[in-house]
Structure formats: structure tokens, C-alpha cells
């Protein structure tokens, strides 16, 4: 069985802080793949990143950063110098090669005050 | 052009009327999905259609019935639904969940509906 655990619920900071975003996750396939969704408050899940698990390396996107750390089975997302529009809930998702299902977290909804 | 399209975006029913979601995707995508999503939830996977087959049914009611015309588009008719039922419905579709890909899932804007 596949399980993403998102811890924080809910984060608030104010514009131009940093802000992580802690996903863990449980499986016994051997391959498996990662994602990163956020999902603004008009609704759309927006798709973010896929790290396969078998490539460990940390990934940045312009002020979007990613750790994957598979000793200890997490997938860590930070926004730099956050600002207003990265206000929205952000998912992390599991599956497995072959399998249609993503097995999301609970998600973290993140507000960024001006 | 990574779109999908869905229509309605807003639907208003009353637990007797029947009317039809409609999602579209100009990827060359081979499986699509329903999701439905409560407030404050994550996504609940409906349906799964792979080469315009269903491929998987999550225990939904019969009162939600796919449909995959062909392998652009997707349709969700409902009938008969509950109050319960109001949720965002979100349709994506993924290049092909064989195994050869990574089958990462494109979402579209969702229809948010509410039922009387």
C-alpha cells in the first residue's frame, strides 16, 4: 500500500520568506514516482515536478526547490522569497509504474501575505 | 499545448435533473480520469478510462455514468444526485499508464457543482 503523509496543514508567512513544505511517503515498489501539485483557489491542480526514484538528484525551478531524500523517504518542497500567488494548497503525490492511481497527501495550504 | 478543458465550469441541479461534465484534451493522452474533491480534501479518483475503456470504477454510485466517445474527450452524466454530491469534479488525463511513462497527470479547471 502507498501512503503520503503532508504534516503541516496549514502555513502562513509573509511575502519574501522562505517557506517548506515537508511530504513522507510509504511504499514497497522499488520504482516509483513523486509529483508535486498546486492547486490555487481557482481550483485547477496545476502539475509542478516528477522525480522517479532513482534519481535522487534536487531539483530547482526559479524560486521552486525540491529535496528528495530517499534514506529517509521524503520529498521536500521550498519557495524562495515567497509571494502573494504562490497562495494555493500544494499537493504531494505517490504511484507506481503501470498504475493509473495517485495516492495524494492531505496537502498543505499555504497563505503569503503581502 | 498542455490543456484540458472541461465544461461546465459552474452547475447548479436539482437532485432530479440530468446533465453531462465534458473534458477535453489535444495532448494525444490515452487515459483519463474523474476525480471528485470535497472542500479542504484531496482529489478522489472516480473513474479511469485507458484506451477509451474503462479500466476502473471506484465503487462509484450509478448515478454518475462515464463515458469515453473517443480518445479526446470524456463525459461524466449524472442523475439523480444528492446533496452530498456537490463537489469539485476534476477531469485529467496522462500519456499512457502502461508502465512505459511516468504517467504524470494533467488536470483541467474542474466543475464545480451543486446539488438542490
Known amino acids: 500500500a502507498q501512503k503520503v503523509t503532508q504534516a503541516q496543514t496549514e502555513i502562513s508567512v509573509v511575502e519574501k520568506e522562505d517557506v517548506t513544505l515537508d511530504c513522507v511517503y510509504e511504499?514497497?515498489?522499488?520504482?516509483?514516482?513523486l509529483f508535486w501539485y498546486k492547486q490555487p483557489p481557482s481550483g485547477e491542480l496545476v502539475f509542478l515536478i516528477r522525480?522517479?526514484?532513482?534519481?535522487?538528484q534536487n531539483e530547482i525551478s526559479g524560486r521552486y526547490s525540491w529535496n528528495f531524500q530517499k534514506s529517509t523517504s521524503s520529498f521536500n518542497f521550498t519557495i524562495t522569497a515567497s509571494q502573494v500567488v504562490d497562495s494555493a494548497v500544494y499537493f504531494c503525490a505517490l504511484s507506481a509504474p503501470g498504475d493509473y492511481k495517485l495516492s495524494f497527501g492531505a496537502g498543505t495550504t499555504v497563505t503569503v501575505r503581502a | 499545448d498542455t490543456e484540458v478543458t472541461q465544461t461546465p465550469k459552474h452547475l447548479v441541479m436539482g437532485m432530479t435533473n440530468k446533465k453531462s461534465l465534458k473534458c477535453e484534451q489535444h495532448m494525444g493522452h490515452r487515459a483519463m480520469y474523474w476525480y471528485k474533491q470535497k472542500a479542504k480534501k484531496p482529489p478522489e479518483l472516480m473513474f479511469v478510462y485507458s484506451y477509451e475503456k474503462l479500466s476502473i470504477n471506484e465503487s462509484v454510485p450509478s448515478r454518475f455514468s462515464p463515458e469515453c466517445p473517443n480518445s479526446s474527450l470524456l463525459n461524466l452524466h449524472l442523475h439523480a444526485l444528492q446533496p452530498e454530491d456537490s463537489a469539485l469534479y476534476l477531469c485529467a488525463s496522462s500519456q499512457d499508464p502502461s508502465g512505459q511513462y511516468y504517467n504524470e497527470q494533467f488536470f483541467g479547471p474542474g466543475t464545480r457543482l451543486t446539488v438542490l
Open positions: 511504499t514497497r515498489d522499488t520504482t516509483y514516482y
Open positions: 522525480r522517479n526514484s532513482f534519481d535522487e
